[in-house]
């Protein structure tokens, strides 16, 4: 990192004289992505407005190198901050590189007329996005996913210190929202850009940010690095969750479980159950499991989903106690389903419990 491009000092941000968002105190090194969370309604494109001087601000200050936005002159601001909103454009007969070539034209003057290194950079940032295809394309006849694409390019293309973006993943499927934040990833990095951006995905904020800027009833509630963001109950509380969990591990949320008398008895552990625990949660079923050690990777799914969860401590082999806990409410479920297909010397207690179930159906017979 080569030092702060973007900060804000005590901001405060809204419409006229009415506060949105105070308290913002952030920084954002060259090469950094600070992402931008919280529940709908919290202000967040707000503050991306008022960063790239499309809202004035209410109070306090953001700097761009050491230099208050407010007292930069308007091409300034276009050849240091480029946004990319989700507002649709209207534009009749351009083609994307046409769109894209608006990106150049804080440096193009009053006839913005492109120059040759214009129409390179311009093709350049079409490379990076992978929408040269798309180059005579009339903007009107692509999809709401080419067409972020597009505008990234057109972003990319004004060459900027920093890069604004709101909600960049939206309409777009899960393989070009990965090709997307890689690309961003990748600028960020090469060209020194500061990135801001806003994400309703939290698995993928928790996974492409560098710091994780949280707002909430009109705050700052909490900034950091995804680590810090991201641990213990703090996402539940910043997003109020309460018709399901939320999984700090993985940054996903789960249904919520479904309660009462177990009605089956799910023996899994290393990630083999999690779909079956879905399933059950799915159709209503309630249902108990173990016994899953508390570092198993399907501890977390386990016990949200799961009526009744029978734990072992980590890394330590499953003992006589958790069995006999576990055959207790085995015995009491009207269903049994084994989802391992092998057993070791640290999950033999869970072939206990598929032989006490097995030899139970042969005594039926």
Same mark, same amino acid.
């Given at each position: 990192? =080569?030092?702060?491009?973007? =900060? ?29 969370? #919280? ?90 996005? !992978? ?6 394309? &009339? ?36 393989? =070009? ?32 940010? &560098? ?27 910043? +997003? !109020?969750?309460?018709? !399901? ?16 008398? $177990? ?22 079923? $309630? ?7 508390? =570092?198993?990777?399907? +501890? ?32 009491k479920c009207s269903e049994v389903i084994c989802c391992l297909k092998e057993f #070791? ?21």
């Amino acid at each position: 990192m =080569n030092g702060t491009v973007l =900060n804000s000092e005590n901001l405060s941000v809204g419409y006229g004289k009415k506060v949105v968002v105070s308290g913002l105190e952030f920084e954002v090194g060259r090469g950094e992505i600070l992402t931008v969370i #919280g529940p709908n309604g919290a202000g967040k494109s707000t503050i991306l407005k008022s960063i790239a001087a499309q809202l004035p601000v209410i109070s306090g200050s953001v700097n761009i190198s050491g230099t208050p936005v407010s007292g930069m002159s308007a091409q300034d601001i276009a050849k240091n901050v480029s946004v990319c909103l989700t507002e649709r454009i209207t534009a009749e007969r351009m083609t994307c590189e046409d769109i894209v070539s608006t990106g150049r034209y804080p440096y193009t003057g009053r006839l913005g007329l492109l120059s040759d290194d214009d129409r390179r950079i311009v093709r350049e940032a079409m490379e990076l996005t !992978g929408t040269v295809y798309l180059a005579d394309t &009339d903007i009107r006849h692509i999809s709401d996913g080419q067409r972020q694409t597009v505008m990234l390019a057109r972003a990319i293309a004004q060459q900027p210190e920093v890069l604004l973006l709101d909600e960049p993943t939206s309409f777009l499927d899960i393989n =070009n929202k990965l090709k997307l934040l890689n690309t961003l990833k990748e600028l960020a990095r090469s060209r020194n850009i500061a990135v801001v951006q806003t994400l309703h995905e939290l698995d993928l904020a928790q996974r492409f940010s &560098d710091k994780i800027l949280c707002i909430k009833d009109g705050r700052a509630d909490r900034t950091g690095t995804p680590e810090e963001v991201f641990s213990g109950d703090y996402i539940s509380r910043l +997003y !109020g969750i309460d018709s !399901g969990s939320f999984l700090t591990a993985f940054g996903t949320a789960e249904a919520r479980k479904i309660t009462g008398e $177990p009605e089956v008895f799910v023996i899994g552990g290393g990630g083999s159950a999690v779909d079956t625990y879905r399933r059950l949660q799915r159709q209503g079923i $309630p249902f108990a499991a173990g016994i899953i050690h508390e =570092n198993d990777i399907e +501890y977390p799914v386990a016990s949200s989903l799961a009526a009744e969860l029978v734990t072992e401590k980590a890394f330590e082999p499953v003992s006589d106690e958790s069995v006999h806990k576990a055959i207790d409410i085995m015995r009491k479920c009207s269903e049994v389903i084994c989802c391992l297909k092998e057993f #070791g010397s640290m999950n033999m207690g869970n072939k206990k419990l598929l032989d006490d179930y097995t030899s139970r159906m042969k005594n039926k017979q």
